[in-house]
């Protein structure tokens, strides 16, 4: 196994995680990508928007690498601290998707040049802010696919469409009576749990 290989897994899982995210706006129109479908305001094209954020900070900040394009929300002084969680009505989805395309090709190059055991400093992390690439990608591509995560049950609620990928959505059959049937079967199994608990 060469050095390069453990970098290009990691890299690899990323851009699947990248790709599943930009995957679920697909077919939909500008109020689906945007309305949020939890109590905390969880909605596809913010999620987007965060990922754009998250990268620029571990992959240009950490490592003295800063993304030439400042995220346009850190100009905001005033901004809430969750204004890189949904999109206003004047930021586009082409805006915010070449944003984060923007974003990653960045990533890609701090990817492709640094060493796995680079040194770089999370100021964010406090004492425990000393870290290596390695370590930042395997951080990134844990939150880039929890965040893939949401946006498949979000996805899901807005019109059923599940997957990670428009090819293969990953799941046992794609009948919608045999979800059906599933779906019965589950919450009859909570029904009767609730039942006999306690």
Same mark, same amino acid.
């Given at each position: 196994m060469t050095r390069s290989e453990p970098k290009a897994t990691l890299q690899r899982y990323l851009q699947? $995680?990248?790709?599943?995210?930009?995957?679920?706006?697909?077919?939909?129109?500008?109020y689906d990508i945007r309305r949020p479908l939890t109590p905390?305001?969880? &909605?596809?094209?913010?999620?987007?928007? !965060?990922l754009a954020g998250v990268?620029?900070?571990?992959?240009g900040e950490v490592f003295s690498r800063p993304l030439a394009e400042p995220m346009p929300w850190d100009d905001d002084e005033d901004a809430d601290r969750t204004v890189d969680m949904w999109?206003?009505? &004047?930021?586009?989805r082409a805006a915010i998707t070449g944003l984060y395309r923007r974003v990653w090709a960045h990533a890609d190059q701090t990817i492709e040049a640094l060493d796995l055991d680079a040194? $770089?400093?999370?100021?964010?992390? $406090?004492?425990?802010?000393e870290v290596?690439?390695?370590?930042?990608?395997? !951080?990134?591509?844990?939150?880039t696919h929890r965040h893939a995560g949401h946006a498949d049950i979000t996805r899901e609620l807005i019109d059923g469409a599940v997957g990670m990928r428009s090819n293969s959505s990953n799941?046992?059959?794609?009948?919608a009576a045999k979800w059906t049937e599933h779906y019965g079967r589950v919450e009859e199994a909570a029904r009767l749990a609730s039942q006999t608990a306690g």
């Open positions: 699947v $995680g990248r790709d599943a995210m930009l995957w679920k706006l697909d077919g939909l129109g500008e905390t305001g969880t &909605n596809l094209l913010g999620l987007i928007k !965060h990268e620029a900070g571990y992959f999109a206003t009505a &004047n930021e586009s040194i $770089g400093h999370v100021p964010w992390w $406090g004492e425990r802010g290596t690439l390695h370590q930042i990608l395997v !951080h990134v591509v844990a939150e799941m046992p059959w794609t009948e």
